[in-house]
Nanobody, 118 residues
Framework: QVQLVESGGGLVQPGGSLKLSCAAS???????IGWFRQAPGKERELVAR???????NYADSVKGRFTISRDNAKSTTYLQMNSLKPEDTAVYYC?????????????WGQGTQVTVSS
């Protein structure tokens, strides 16, 4: 069964840190991995993305605070979140996408809640 399972969310005070993990039940080779988030009443937005070659990009709102990484040997990606702010509160989702021979594969995890509050 194809699965992405996020973990590591929770409640943290402003200025604190959390590290999210996304474990895949399949090989992540050639997949672009993205972390998205959705706050109540808002649309889902891209937070960070890493290509199969390791190229990363970030939303302006998290640049310098969040770091995305991947360990293909473990089929796992990570989102290190530092200097957290209340506006970072959201459900965070992992996404894996790959195009190969004209076929798109796209998978989502179930999400993990991150709450930044004092």
């Amino acid at each position: 069964q194809v699965q992405l399972v996020e973990s590591g969310g929770g409640l943290v005070q402003p200025g604190g840190s959390l590290k999210l993990s996304c474990a895949a039940s399949f090989s992540l080779d050639y997949y672009v991995i993205g972390w998205f988030r959705q706050a109540p009443g808002k649309e889902r937005e891209l937070v960070a993305r890493v290509t199969g070659g390791g190229v990363t990009n970030y939303a302006d709102s998290v640049k310098g605070r969040f770091t995305i990484s991947r360990d293909n040997a473990k089929s796992t990606t990570y989102l290190q979140m530092n200097s957290l702010k209340p506006e970072d509160t959201a459900v965070y989702y992992c996404n894996a996408e790959r195009w190969r021979l004209g076929v798109r594969r796209n998978y989502w995890g179930q999400g993990t809640q991150v709450t930044v509050s004092s």
